[in-house]
């Protein structure tokens, strides 16, 4: 950590709220014939906290509190409400096997105080998260998200929606009708069974922490988060980020 581009670099992703492992991926994506743009996590890590970097105060950019888990019972589910469930357990095979492009995960993040929503989906293969504000989190306004979204999408990109058991998606049989997409539904308190979309909620936590009003909340702003987040290189994805794999396989 003493080439100055490097630090620039580093420090510019850090504040963008990328981990130590990420940058370290990135970097032989970005330079990758630059052996002076390297950094091992663990390296980095201890350049951050070692007593010359304290005044920088890289330490708050990191994440925090992900060894803690989240509480297993999540909102109150409503099977029994929601009509023409069909249950994950009907899903097809690769669709749970990530070998086919256009399968997507969703779920709501829950304002303060009923101020609202927001109807979050991400597309299993290239880990691509959308974000779109509700006035509530209820059916009419889930379904009519889920549109926006979808609609504008090519066929091929959307072939199914795995869902909780939210009440939001009572009107799954109306997408299908509209769009000919089926939603299959988790077992309940199962989050696990959509854990992509669980942990990227958790992402949009960070700027949303749980306690914020929506109120204030715009979809520009929303949007800027979303955009960070699909814009931010994964490992299971060699390094890549959602965004460009996402354009990838839309664009096939």
């Known amino acids: 950590m003493t080439h100055n581009p490097l630090v620039d670099w580093v420090i510019t992703h850090l504040r963008r709220g990328w981990t130590p492992e990420e940058i370290n991926g990135r970097l032989t994506v970005e330079f990758p014939d630059d052996r002076q743009m390297r950094v091992s996590v663990e390296t980095l890590y201890a350049w951050i906290y070692s007593p010359a970097q304290q005044h920088r105060g890289l330490f708050q950019y990191l994440a925090r509190g992900q060894k803690r888990r989240r509480r297993k019972h999540g909102r ?125 909620n958790g992402r949009l936590r960070k700027y949303l922490p749980k306690g914020t009003s929506f109120a204030d909340l715009t979809q520009a702003e929303l949007d800027e988060y979303v955009w960070e987040i699909n814009n931010r290189p994964r490992k299971v994805l060699g390094w890549a980020t959602p965004a460009e794999v996402f354009q990838e396989l839309s664009s096939a």
């Open 76 to 200: 109150s589910v409503h099977a029994e409400r929601i009509k023409y469930r069909v249950s994950i357990h009907e899903r097809p095979e690769e669709v749970g096997m990530r070998e086919e492009f256009g399968h997507w995960e969703s779920d709501s993040v829950v304002g303060a105080h009923g101020s609202g929503g927001i109807h979050t989906t991400i597309e299993r293969v290239s880990r691509y998260y959308v974000g779109v504000k509700v006035s509530k989190v209820a059916a009419e306004p889930t379904l009519q998200a889920q549109l926006g979204v979808y609609q504008g999408l090519p066929a091929h990109a959307v072939r199914s929606i795995t869902a909780d058991n939210g009440s939001e998606f009572a009107h799954h049989y109306k997408l299908a009708d509209t769009i000919g997409v089926p939603t299959y539904f988790c077992d309940p308190y199962s989050a696990y069974q959509r854990g992509t979309n669980e942990h990227f």
